[in-house]
């Protein structure tokens, strides 16, 4: 069993992983897009703030590097970086979102859990909303709060802390 539990969460953490990778490097475009600036220049102001992150797993940490990649390196007004940055490293935690429904739709494939698309957009829009008021440091207690989401989606929260023990890991990703 000890075995076939390990695989269970290899698995997952290919999975989470390689999910948060291919979100993060969706955001590219869509943030160069937004922001009206090349690729190459978004990702050479985002490089060091991404840098500091993966090694802290804070993005709140990141900030600092964040603000002076974007003076810097795209050019943004004081007065604008200065605001529109912290709000949304304070705000917007795709990972959070991305991870908690990677996880529900994987113990629900284990054990054979029906999801309807009413439950998964209650269980996302749940998750988005406690997202808004967590801080924005490692394992800020993510899955604690969506507790009561996974149980309304019937997963069985043991699976759930199981896998809580390598989020650590695709939280870099």
């Given at each position: 069993?000890?075995?076939?539990?390990?695989?269970?969460?290899?698995?997952?953490?290919?999975?989470?992983?390689?999910?948060?990778?291919?979100?993060?490097?969706?955001?590219?475009?869509?943030?160069?897009?937004?922001?009206?600036?090349?690729?190459?220049?978004?990702?050479?102001?985002?490089?060091?703030?991404?840098?500091?992150?993966?090694?802290?797993?804070?993005?709140?940490?990141?900030?600092?590097?964040?603000?002076?990649?974007?003076?810097?390196?795209?050019?943004?007004?004081?007065?604008?970086?200065?605001?529109?940055?912290?709000?949304?490293?304070?705000?917007?935690?795709?990972?959070?979102?991305?991870?908690?429904?990677?996880?529900?739709?994987?113990?629900?494939?284990?054990?054979?859990?029906?999801?309807?698309?009413?439950?998964?957009?209650?269980?996302?829009?749940?998750?988005?909303?406690?997202?808004?008021?967590?801080?924005?440091?490692?394992?800020?207690?993510?899955?604690?709060?969506?507790?009561?989401a996974y149980v309304a989606a019937g997963i069985p929260l043991e699976a759930i802390v199981v896998l809580d023990s390598v989020d650590a890991i695709a939280d870099i990703f």
């Amino acid at each position: 069993m000890g075995g076939e539990l390990g695989g269970l969460i290899g698995v997952h953490l290919l999975f989470n992983c390689g999910l948060m990778l291919a979100v993060t490097l969706l955001l590219y475009p869509v943030s160069a897009a937004g922001g009206r600036v090349k690729i190459a220049d978004f990702a050479r102001a985002a490089a060091p703030a991404q840098l500091v992150a993966i090694s802290t797993h804070s993005s709140l940490a990141s900030l600092p590097a964040l603000l002076e990649g974007a003076r810097t390196h795209l050019r943004m007004p004081a007065e604008s970086a200065s605001f529109v940055l912290p709000l949304s490293t304070a705000l917007f935690k795709a990972n959070r979102t991305v991870s908690s429904t990677a996880k529900l739709m994987f113990v629900a494939h284990i054990f054979n859990i029906p999801l309807s698309a009413g439950t998964l957009a209650v269980f996302v829009a749940t998750v988005i909303l406690t997202s808004l008021a967590m801080a924005g440091v490692p394992s800020g207690g993510t899955t604690f709060r969506t507790f009561p989401a996974y149980v309304a989606a019937g997963i069985p929260l043991e699976a759930i802390v199981v896998l809580d023990s390598v989020d650590a890991i695709a939280d870099i990703f």
